[in-house]
């Protein structure tokens, strides 16, 4: 099961992104994990490789985020890989709980409700008020 501090987050490119493994798609993505990096936010990462000479790889754009709130930078650089192109999408899923976002709107959406479903399921102590 997972933990509550554990985000997955799978970045779907849009028709009008270049192949999954080409060099600008990748550095897309780069781009988010170098921002959760930057804000101390622990990830894993998911990546593709194929033992040839000829033959190319890299990450798949799916990660797990360990963090209890996502700060601004890291807000800002989802955001701003769904806006690079009509079409994009971030996958969201918490525990069984899943969401979908196509704009940096419902992005902001989702993020809030996923902020509420995680300090809903905190665990409380007994003195706790609610």
Aim: hydrophobic share 40%; charged share 30%; aromatic share 6%.
């Amino acid at each position: 099961m997972p933990s509550p501090d554990e985000i997955k987050f799978i970045l779907k490119r849009s028709p009008e992104d270049g192949p999954q493994f080409s060099r600008e798609h990748q550095a897309s993505i780069g781009e988010v994990f170098t921002a959760f990096h930057n804000e101390g936010i622990k990830i894993q990462t998911t990546a593709f490789a194929m033992d040839a000479v000829d033959a190319v790889g890299g990450a798949t754009g799916e990660f797990l985020a360990f963090a209890k709130i996502l700060g601004p930078a890291t807000i800002a650089a989802l955001g701003g890989w769904l806006a690079g192109r009509n079409g994009r999408k971030v996958k969201i899923k918490v525990g069984e709980i899943e969401a979908e976002a196509n704009s940096v709107k419902e992005l902001d959406e989702v993020l809030e409700r996923v902020g509420k479903i995680k300090h809903d399921n905190e665990p409380r102590g007994k003195n706790s008020k609610v």
